[in-house]
């Protein structure tokens, strides 16, 4: 026999540990007519007796005795591979740097003490179409691919320096870098106020640090900068970065329970974080 199916040598083992077709059939769920069947079914493609058949029952041949030493050796290596794994399923989170922090900072509302899975947040939402993203936090839905997309709330961007920072960094502005800015808030500052960049970055968390800091004024989301004491907003909120925050999630994947109630999950923490989104929890200054 070139390859014998797993299941069969499962039922084997059954069997063997069982001693006869009516113990095996409790055990399995299967009528006894039917592993006496693929008993024998087995016995013929291995070419050797395995069983010693009697009234009494299902006794081991010599080579069921060899055969049965092999499976259990088979079946401790596949409870290995089964416990080296994690027991719990994962749901991945994704959005930018500024809205995969904000679900970090809320994982608590995400995941409850008793909840079977785990999370992982991630800063990268490319892999959304491929499925290596199960629910991604975007300024709008894919134009294509197969996914489901729920509008949440408006989000909004403004100005911000440091309440503290020192008069010669008045005119100076922080940037993001043109070769990772991809969406219109990280592009504003070097599209309007490029002759005045004396810093820029590649991260969200590091331009942040930056202004807070006191080496320039950037543009900001103003759930982020309304939150931080020490800075201050500059002028209202530029309302053409305005936009609709978008959950998305694979249409296959979102019918996991688990997925299912992240996505409830988040999107009711949205909506209860709304006026942090659009900015009515700070009045702008000059």
């Not at 060899?66 to 749901?91: E, S």
């Not at 991260?203 to 103003?222: E, I, K, Q, T």
């Not at 694979?250 to 989104?277: C, M, N, S, T, Y």
Request: glycine letters at 8%; proline letters at 5%; charged letters at 20%.
């Amino acid at each position: 026999m070139d390859e014998t199916a797993w299941d069969e040598l499962q039922l084997f083992l059954q069997v063997a540990l069982a001693g006869g077709l009516s113990a095996a059939a409790v055990r399995t769920g299967l009528s006894a007519p039917t592993i006496g069947r693929r008993m024998l079914a087995l016995e013929k493609s291995l070419g050797r007796t395995l069983f010693e058949r009697s009234q009494q029952g299902y006794r081991l041949a010599h080579d069921g005795e060899i055969l049965l030493d092999h499976v259990r050796a088979m079946q401790a290596a596949a409870d290995g591979i089964a416990g080296w794994g994690f027991a719990f399923p994962i749901v991945t989170l994704a959005g930018d740097s500024w809205m995969a922090g904000f679900m970090a900072d809320h994982l608590s509302d995400l995941r409850g003490p008793s909840d079977a899975f785990r999370i992982c947040c991630s800063g990268m939402t490319e892999d959304l179409a491929f499925r290596g993203v199960d629910v991604s936090l975007l300024p709008k839905a894919p134009a294509a691919g197969n996914v489901a997309a729920l509008r949440s709330v408006g989000m909004r961007y403004a100005v911000y320096a440091a309440r503290n920072a020192p008069p010669q960094a008045e005119g100076r502005w922080i940037s993001m870098a043109t070769d990772t800015a991809r969406l219109p808030p990280e592009r504003w500052v070097f599209e309007n106020h490029e002759a005045d960049i004396h810093t820029w970055t590649t991260s969200a968390d590091l331009l942040h640090r930056l202004v807070r800091n006191g080496a320039g004024r950037s543009l900001m989301p103003v759930f982020v900068g309304d939150a931080d004491p020490a800075l201050r907003r500059i002028g209202a909120p530029i309302a053409d970065l305005d936009h609709t925050l978008t959950i998305v999630s694979h249409d296959d994947e979102r019918r996991r329970p688990e997925v299912r109630l992240v996505i409830e999950r988040l999107a009711a923490l949205l909506k209860a974080q709304a006026g942090r989104f659009s900015g009515a929890c700070e009045t702008a200054t000059a």
